[in-house]
């Protein structure tokens, strides 16, 4: 058994929502949800974070398309 597949619920949420902050804290152009859940591999935890991630303001989304928000682009940008 992979060590991924034995890490826990919040691990793995933890993960994927750092995977997804990553690849739009990198991009200077929105992504489509459909983008995003294909770099992620998993639908249902894919809609699950953005969900999440858009509750607690770090991404913004509009219509399928997702960007990451003022806030956490400057928190980045603080923690480099």
Known sequence: ?????MASPVAQDHRIDTAIVGLLIDSPTPWSV???ERE??????TVDALARLARQGL???LDDFV???????CAFELAA
């Open 1 to 5: 058994m992979q060590a991924e597949d």
């Open 34 to 36: 459909a983008e995003i």
């Open 40 to 45: 992620i591999g998993d639908e249902i935890a």
């Open 59 to 61: 991404i913004h989304r």
């Open 67 to 73: 960007f990451i928000s003022r806030s956490a682009a």
